[in-house]
């Protein structure tokens, strides 16, 4: 993750620039849309980066490369995180082209699959989105849970028919399927 964060951050300041000011924040869209997530994502992206690069900036002018190096191992959270948001990107990009490419039986599954991942990673950077005026403080954040219970029902429908539909598609093991996990756990008396 942090040699991610490091060339997405090399890249934004390339030449010496400035890091570009992250784009305006999404326009507010469906939270159950693939593509709409994949939009937070990509912010959620450009905020993270451009704090990171303008902190090491700050830290370079003030002390050179070693203060750049120094604020960059203090900020390791920073780039974990501008890691786990690329991450976000390439998964909510590669789920939705594949929906796109997909024969008409298959792309109903990976483009829950994409709303399913975007959905979640949405929910738990809300703070961030939040803040940056991606999400529209409560409001968003209960139209990102609505859409979550929404996806789950969607997997949970016909006793759980799409959800085994896109294990299946992903190679899931019957080993872990079938494992008591995998199942109702008040049934097996944790």
Same mark, same amino acid.
């Given at each position: ?24 924040a ?11 997530l ?7 992206e ?5 704090? &990171?690069?303008?902190? &090491? ?13 120094a ?28 929906a ?7 792309a109903?599954?990976?483009?829950l ?5 975007g ?13 940056s ?9 209960a139209a990102?849970?609505?859409a ?12 759980g ?11 899931i ?7 008591p ?7 097996i008396?944790?």
């Amino acid at each position: 993750m942090q040699q991610v964060a490091k060339a997405l951050v090399d890249a934004a300041t390339s030449g010496g620039k400035a890091a570009p000011a992250p784009p305006p924040a999404p326009p507010a869209g469906d939270a159950g849309c693939p593509r709409h997530l994949l939009a937070l994502a990509r912010h959620r992206e450009a905020v993270l980066v451009h704090a &990171l690069a303008s902190e &090491l900036a700050a830290a370079g002018a003030a002390g050179g490369k070693a203060a750049a190096a120094a604020a960059y191992d203090l900020n390791m959270d920073v780039a974990a995180e501008i890691g786990v948001a690329r991450a976000d990107v390439e998964t909510i990009a590669a789920l939705t082209a594949a929906a796109d490419a997909a024969p008409p039986d298959a792309a109903p599954f990976l483009r829950l699959a994409a709303v399913v991942h975007g959905v979640a990673r949405a929910r738990a950077a809300g703070a961030g989105h939040v803040a940056s005026g991606a999400v529209p403080g409560a409001r968003g954040l209960a139209a990102l849970r609505s859409a979550a219970r929404s996806a789950q029902a969607l997997l949970c429908a016909d006793g759980g028919a799409p959800a085994l539909a896109l294990a299946a598609g992903f190679g899931i093991p019957d080993t872990l399927l079938h494992a008591p996990i995998a199942g109702d756990w008040r049934a097996i008396g944790v």
